[in-house]
């Protein structure tokens, strides 16, 4: 899963550069600071969200399993 996040930041810094090269010099330095901040942040999100969801994984499948019978069961009664 770490291509996700690798993504997340390619994608990120090539929106900072096309944006930086329309600002003048003062702004382009607050812009890159920026920019690494939330490419940070977007691949903490990342990194987290592929951890619950290995962690939740089996769990999540026999939530999902028992609510798909429950239906079924459901509309066969009617």
Do not use: C, D, H
């Not at 930041?9 to 600002?23: D, K, S």
């Not at 592929?50 to 066969?76: E, H």
Request: net charge positive; no cysteine; hydrophobic share 55%.
């Amino acid at each position: 899963m770490w291509w996700i996040s690798q993504g997340v930041v390619l994608v990120t810094m090539m929106t900072a550069a096309r944006l930086r090269q329309r600002l003048p010099e003062g702004a382009r330095r607050w812009v890159a600071q920026s920019t690494v901040e939330y490419a940070l942040v977007g691949a903490l999100v990342v990194i987290a969200a592929a951890g619950a969801m290995t962690i939740l994984g089996g769990q999540l499948t026999s939530v999902f399993t028992s609510i798909s019978n429950t239906l079924k069961t459901a509309s066969v009664g009617k």
